[in-house]
């Protein structure tokens, strides 16, 4: 069984810029959810997807923003590029169910410069 | 709202001596308590979770932990450590029927040979 892919691994953009990422879940998830990861505010969710929708939504600016399509695909785009937008995004399926472990993919590293 | 706090930012041991790395909680209603560790520049992987049951959970490569509902914590134990297990360790937890996720700050184990 595949696991979560995240494309691409590695990204540099310039400050103003945007970016889109990309999220692969496990065949059969239905849920995705994004995470933003850096050094000094450790993990912090984004946005949870579930069949389409958006079933949660984090503490970050209109600038962070993300879809899911019909085969459980999931992007986010970050509009307006900050320096400290720079970070390890870490995307995570799972199967439905509030007791179910979250699959990690190997998450995009954003360098804004 | 729920949190979760891992009071150490770094533990070491030596190989082959007993870990625990802690964790404790906050949540309205029954929690779903999850482990997943992370290695250098890869996404996080699933441990153990509690969700229901014998308080002592068993997981992969060796790990265990206990739930303890009346201290609110599900520290993360292993009876002999392995220089191998050296990697950054995050405690999160789940309630209610939303599945959104709450992570600790993360605690970096460090097993010295």
């Known amino acids: 069984k595949a696991g979560v892919t995240q494309t691409p691994r590695y990204l540099i953009k310039t400050r103003g810029q945007q970016v889109t990422l990309s999220c692969s879940p496990i065949s059969g998830h239905r849920s995705v959810s994004w995470y933003q990861q850096t050094p000094g505010q450790g993990l912090q969710f984004l946005f949870e997807?579930?069949?389409?929708?958006?079933?949660n939504k984090g503490n970050f600016p209109g600038r962070f923003s993300g879809r899911q399509f019909s085969n459980s695909r999931s992007e986010m785009n970050v509009s307006t590029l900050e320096l400290g937008d720079s970070a390890l995004y870490l995307c995570?399926?799972?199967?439905?169910?509030?007791?179910?472990?979250?699959?990690f993919g190997q998450g995009t590293r954003l360098t804004v410069v | 709202a729920q949190s979760v706090a891992q009071p150490e930012d770094q533990v070491n041991v030596a190989e082959g001596n007993p870990l625990t790395v802690k964790c404790t909680y906050s949540?309205?209603?029954?929690?779903?308590l999850f482990w997943y560790v992370q290695y250098p520049n890869r996404g996080l992987q699933f441990l153990l979770k509690?969700?229901?049951?014998?308080?002592l959970v068993k997981g992969s490569y060796g790990f265990e932990a206990e739930f303890n509902k009346s201290q609110t914590s599900f520290h993360l134990k292993k009876p002999s450590a392995l220089v191998s297990d050296s990697a950054l360790y995050f405690c999160?937890?789940?309630?209610?029927?939303?599945?959104?996720?709450?992570f600790g700050d993360g605690t970096t184990l460090t097993v010295k040979p």
């Open positions: 949540v309205s209603g029954n929690p779903y």
């Open positions: 509690y969700i229901t049951g014998d308080n």
């Open positions: 999160a937890v789940r309630a209610g029927s939303a599945g959104k996720s709450t």
């Open positions: 997807y579930f069949s389409e929708t958006q079933r």
């Open positions: 995570a399926s799972s199967a439905t169910g509030v007791n179910t472990e979250a699959f």
